[in-house]
């Protein structure tokens, strides 16, 4: 257990929906990411919150947006859907250290299926 | 921009055997970090390893240890002894050193099949 908590593990909606992803980071980490995973494209980083503010930006589309709130957890936002929206979401935390030898430590994900 | 390339889709080895996966990298900065993770069919991702570029010595972690050829910029993951529970995607990512809060970027993966 890396101490990530994502809600729900499972989501299946339809094409035009949105739906919001739900992560928790370990307790004391102050940055989370975002990381979209497809049969096609791989592990690609979508965005990264720390303390509240977004630090970077990768490859996140415009119908997609996120937020971390003050207590720290963070949500994901996913509207008009599409089929290529399918995909399984990590999400991640880290230490706020200026050492890259921080692991980055991913909750167990949210499986999207889009119909 | 940082890249890395996993050029092994998939990979078998024995049980019992060690086995190694290729991983390298490009990077214009000096400074970096990186790392091996698992990921098992129940889809978590785990941290296996981890080398920064520094670093005189290949890390180890148990059964796992990193051939690190900086010349090369290559990372390969070495897993010896291996056991019917390493079967999973191993991926190699990095990220730049000079700051800790940034994203990682991941190759596309190997995919490791042990067999009894």
Same mark, same amino acid.
């Given at each position: 257990d890396s101490g990530v908590t994502q809600t729900p593990k499972h989501l299946i909606t339809a094409t035009g929906q949105r739906v919001t992803l #739900?992560?928790?980071? #370990?307790?004391?980490?102050?940055?989370?990411?975002?990381?979209?995973?497809?049969?096609?494209?791989?592990?690609?980083?979508? %965005?990264?919150?720390?303390?509240? /503010? /977004? #630090?970077?930006?990768?490859? %996140?589309? /415009?119908r997609f947006s996120a937020q971390q709130f003050p207590d720290l957890h963070s949500e994901l936002n996913l509207s008009s859907l599409e089929l290529g929206d399918s995909a399984l979401y990590f999400c991640a935390s880290s230490p706020h250290r200026d050492r890259a030898s921080y692991e980055q430590y991913f909750g167990p994900g949210t499986r999207l299926t889009v119909t | 921009a940082q890249k890395i390339t996993q050029t092994q $889709?998939?990979?078998?080895?024995?049980?019992?055997?060690?086995? !190694?996966? +290729?991983? !390298?990298? +490009? !990077?214009? +900065?000096?400074?970096?970090?990186?790392?091996?993770?698992?990921? $098992?069919?129940s889809g978590e991702m785990i941290f296996l390893i981890y080398q920064g570029s520094y670093d005189q010595q290949n890390a180890t972690e148990g059964r796992y240890s990193l051939n690190f050829q900086k010349a090369r910029k290559s990372a390969n993951l070495v897993i010896s002894a291996s056991q019917l529970g390493d079967s999973a995607m191993y991926f190699c990512a990095m990220r730049d050193r000079n700051s800790g809060n940034t994203p990682l970027v991941f190759g596309k993966g190997t995919r490791l099949s042990v067999i009894a």
């Open positions: #739900r992560c928790s980071p #370990r307790s004391g980490d102050l940055s989370v990411y975002w990381y979209q995973q497809s049969l096609d494209q791989g592990l690609q980083f979508l %965005i990264q919150y720390y303390n509240g /503010e /977004e #630090r970077a930006k990768g490859n %996140i589309l /415009e | $889709p998939g990979m078998f080895v024995q049980e019992k055997e060690a086995v !190694t996966l +290729d991983c !390298t990298y +490009d !990077t214009s +900065d000096p400074s970096y970090g990186l790392f091996w993770y698992k990921q $098992p069919s």
